[in-house]
């Protein structure tokens, strides 16, 4: 498979798929915790605020680090933090 090391599916993981609006054939694990969440506004995804827990960042609708077109984007953003 070209370029195999952007794509790792973790179908025994017992939260597998841990998102439901994408296909478990096409759900990419390998940033299963999100490396950009750190960034704030500036991570790319699509991200709420819980005003009423802190204003902790909620990222259950973000599907940005589990597709496989997404790696290229999740580095280019890795690239910038020493920029922030």
Known sequence: MKNSYKFFS?????????HSDIKSSDFNCLFCFCPLYSLGKKC??????????NNIKN????????SYESYDI??????TIKDI
Do not use: A, M
């Open 10 to 18: 973790n179908k025994y993981c017992k939260f597998f798929p841990c």
């Open 44 to 53: 790319s995804g699509n991200f709420k605020y819980n005003l009423k827990n």
């Open 59 to 66: 990222c259950v609708d973000c599907l940005l680090p589990h």
């Open 74 to 79: 999740v580095i280019d953003k890795l690239k």
